[in-house]
């Protein structure tokens, strides 16, 4: 089974889209403010995001809290959290694995839901990206990955996203700041 997840630039603010979704019925009812680090020893050219994503140990920090692991690849290191005051201690411990900082990264993440849905959409301000809706959901899991993006978009555009069609791509963050240019493609969880 391949999970399919749109992540799709848009060409308006925040409050903008705040509006159109509250106009839909729907209301934040989360947000976070998250600052992931990724590490790894391995050479990421030619990935596909979701192969970058997995050939990297990402710390994640929200609200300013302790980082945890996600992805720990080396298991000498057999640590579920690292204090902010001690990450200079882990990096160094990383680079006798052979370990290196690959991406740093802030976001403001808003969620946004009503009743009867059975996911949140997600509004991403990604630093030196932009905003994104990110959005996938479990009821179309075992469907075709074509026919899970199509049902995606239709839901989002249900929710008053009138610029995306089935044409749109999504934009691969970790692609993107890898290469130093916008990349895209069709699922961001691919």
Request: charged content about 30%; glycine content about 4%; hydrophobic content about 30%.
């Amino acid at each position: 089974m391949k999970i399919v997840e749109v992540g799709i630039k848009l060409s308006h603010d925040l409050s903008y889209y705040d509006n159109i979704l509250k106009n839909k019925g729907l209301y934040n009812d989360f947000n976070v403010e998250t600052h992931d680090i990724y590490y790894t020893n391995k050479n990421l050219d030619n990935l596909s995001e979701n192969e970058i994503k997995n050939s990297c140990i990402r710390l994640r920090s929200c609200n300013n809290s302790s980082f945890k692991i996600q992805n720990n690849l080396v298991d000498e290191l057999n640590i579920n959290e690292v204090p902010i005051k001690k990450l200079t201690k882990y990096e160094k411990k990383l680079l006798k694995f052979g370990y290196r900082k690959v991406f740093d990264t802030l976001k403001y993440d808003h969620h946004y839901y009503k009743e009867g849905m059975n996911s949140k959409v997600q509004l991403q301000e990604i630093k030196d990206i932009g905003l994104l809706v990110y959005f996938d959901n479990s009821i179309y899991y075992e469907l075709p990955v074509e026919e899970q993006r199509k049902k995606l978009i239709d839901e989002l555009i249900s929710y008053g996203f009138g610029e995306i069609n089935y044409n749109t791509l999504g934009l691969d963050k970790l692609r993107t700041l890898y290469y130093k240019k916008e990349c895209y493609s069709k699922n961001q969880n691919g």
